[in-house]
Each structure stands twice: as structure tokens, then as C-alpha cells.
Nanobody, 120 residues
């Protein structure tokens, strides 16, 4: 069973930076993609950024130019570097991995989430 452990959240002032990490373990098969989602109070969970096995990254329009997703394939770890943070970036950030096996096909796994709070 895939386990995802996020770290790096915290409290930061507007304009500041944070780096989130997500380490995956217990992987059988292939990691198809990994990504970051966030959920603010009273709002739906939304995709922030994702990166495929081939290294292709995609971003939500609201974070383009301020957030960068990267990965270390040897460590099965994905990072989210966040710059110029805004109060509206305040949310719980979740890591998601899509893995594929011959038997099970694609499967989604989620981390427990890490809180990011941006003060104005």
C-alpha cells in the first residue's frame, strides 16, 4: 500500500516562501504522476500542480509563476516550492500519487495533508 508523507507546511507572512515535500513509500508498480492539491476552509479541494513520470508539469492558473513542482525520482519524492505567497494560498495541502500495476491498473493515493497559513 502506497504511503505518502507530507512535510514543510507552516505559518508564513504574505510574500514569503515555503517548500513542501511529499515522500512516497510502499510502491508496487509505476508512479504515473504525483501532484499537490489544496483545500481551503469551506472550499472544494483543487489541483495546484502535478508532474508526470516523464517530467511534464502542470499548474493551476492561480499559482503559475509562483509555485514550482519538482521531483526526485530516486527518492520517490515530490516538492512544491512556493514563492510570493498570498493569504488566499492558505489551505491544507495534500499530496496525491497515481500508481499503476498490471493487476490493479491506476490507483490514487493521498497523503494526510499539511497546513499552510499565510498571514497578511
Amino acid at each position: 500500500q502506497v504511503q505518502l508523507v507530507e512535510s514543510g507546511g507552516g505559518l508564513v507572512q504574505a510574500g514569503g516562501s515555503l517548500r513542501l515535500s511529499c515522500a512516497a513509500s510502499g510502491i508496487s508498480g509505476v508512479i504515473v504522476s504525483m501532484g499537490w492539491y489544496r483545500q481551503a476552509p469551506g472550499k472544494q479541494r483543487e489541483l495546484v500542480a502535478s508532474i508526470t513520470r516523464g517530467g511534464n508539469a502542470a499548474y493551476a492558473d492561480t499559482v503559475k509563476g509562483r509555485l514550482t513542482i519538482s521531483r526526485d525520482t530516486a527518492k520517490n519524492t515530490v516538492y512544491l516550492q512556493m514563492y510570493s505567497l498570498k493569504p488566499e494560498d492558505t489551505a491544507v495541502y495534500y499530496c496525491k500519487a497515481i500508481t499503476w500495476t498490471i493487476v490493479g491498473g491506476n490507483r490514487d493515493s493521498w497523503g494526510q495533508g499539511t497546513m499552510v497559513t499565510v498571514s497578511s
